[in-house]
């Protein structure tokens, strides 16, 4: 199976309904704890439709936020960003304080050359570099029923699987790409959040618009293949008697500074 033909990244609106508001909370956490002063120029490496720039703006007061994403679409829902590939930065060395990247790294096919540039971007000396992804193999949760779920029904769905398709979102694998960049004092953490539905239509609404890897194969699935796997993830979450769900999300973390 073709895992990049379901990576579908068209719609900055869609995506932000489908985890948007999840991602929201964990820059909040990230942002807060890379402590940076006041008056920084930030570099926000796959922008998305903007949410980790805009929590910058609204909570470290900084002097500068530039994103960017290879999205057109994103980068128009996005405020002050730009279409630019995340190996091949269009900025100049040292031209940034903070160099961070939410929920992106992982889908780019060379990392490695994606950290390079953001250590470039950021200079030799004192410049910060950070990321943070889901834990896709164990507690994103949304993400973990819903292609255990789905594999039950499709063996071949387990081949789409972030969890399995994306091994380095863990914290080893994560140390070593941030200092094999030559970054050094890296560290990585666990951030969490709650992720509460009001109920079933809340949880299952964002993956019929087809932004993303689950949302993009339940797209291509026919109408009654859909109707079963939205049946069996109805069972497969835990509902209250007031018809919310509530999951958590699980973010790993990484930073390191240059020079």
Known sequence: MDEQRYDVWASGAAY???????????????????????GARWLDVGCGTGV???VVRE???PGRVVGCDRSADFVRTARAAVVADARALPFPAGAFDVAVSGLTLNFVPEPAGAVAEMVRVVGPEGGVVAGYVWD?????GLL???????????????ELDEGRRFPDCRPQPLHDLWTGAGLVDVLVRAIEVPTVFADFADLWGPF???????PGYVGALAPAARDDLREALRTAVPTAPDGSISL?????AVRGRTG
């Open 59 to 61: 909570r470290c007061r």
């Open 208 to 214: 019929l618009a087809g932004q993303g890897p689950a």
């Open 144 to 158: 973990r029923r819903f292609w255990d779920t789905a594999a039950e029904l499709d063996p071949a769905a387990a």
């Open 248 to 252: 958590w999300a699980r973010a790993w």
């Open 136 to 140: 896709y193999a164990e507690r994103m």
């Open 52 to 54: 980790l720039s805009s």
């Open 16 to 38: 932000d309904r489908y985890m948007g508001r999840w991602s929201r909370s964990v820059a909040r956490e990230f942002t807060a704890w890379l402590g940076r002063p006041q």
